[in-house]
């Protein structure tokens, strides 16, 4: 039984490559350098934030460091970190902030400058985008 075993475990790895985590690519949280990689991220993207002319009026009268925190929360739970996020909807956080598709392109290109200064590949930056982008409709109101 025993013997058994052990035999068919790595012969179901080998089918199933991608289930076993010695044979797995990092995952995108990984690749994003993990908790530290991400709170880099985020405090990065806050400094975009805060000198884009463009959109820093929205967040005049934002508690900061809560927006910081959910907002790393967020990127850690979406690129499959161990993390679970506790703050709003998409939907009901940014509604009656009027922002625009312009003012959602100008977030995604600070956060952009920031990966690509942190020098996260572009394989994971795109990864990432293709996660953030459905939710455009969310946040923006065109
Ligand atoms: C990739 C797109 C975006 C993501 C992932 C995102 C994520 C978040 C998160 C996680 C929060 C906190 C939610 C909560 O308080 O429960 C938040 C709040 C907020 N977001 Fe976004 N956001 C995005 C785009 C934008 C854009 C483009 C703007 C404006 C230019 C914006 C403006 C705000 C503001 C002002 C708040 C704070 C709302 C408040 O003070 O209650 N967000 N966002």
């Known amino acids: 039984m025993r013997f058994s ?3 068919a475990i790595p012969l179901l790895c080998s089918i199933f490559v991608s289930s076993c985590s010695h ?8 690749q994003l350098g993990g908790a ?3 709170a880099a991220i985020t405090d990065g993207l806050l400094r975009e934030i805060e000198q884009d002319k463009r959109i820093v ?8 460091d809560r927006f910081r925190t959910l907002l790393a929360e967020q990127l850690c739970q979406l690129s499959g ?11 009901e ?6 922002i625009s598709l312009a003012d959602y392109d100008a977030l995604v290109e600070g956060l952009i400058k920031v990966m690509q200064r942190q020098q996260i590949s572009i394989s994971a930056q795109n990864q990432l ?14």
């Open 5 to 7: 075993a052990m035999l």
């Open 23 to 30: 044979n797995t690519a990092p995952s995108l949280y990984q």
């Open 36 to 38: 530290d990689g991400i």
């Open 57 to 64: 009026h929205h967040f005049a009268d934002t508690d900061i």
């Open 81 to 91: 970190g161990p993390c679970v996020y506790s703050g709003g909807t998409m939907q």
């Open 93 to 98: 956080s940014h509604t009656g902030f009027n």
């Open 129 to 142: 985008l293709a996660l953030l982008a459905p939710m455009y409709k969310d946040i923006s109101y065109r």
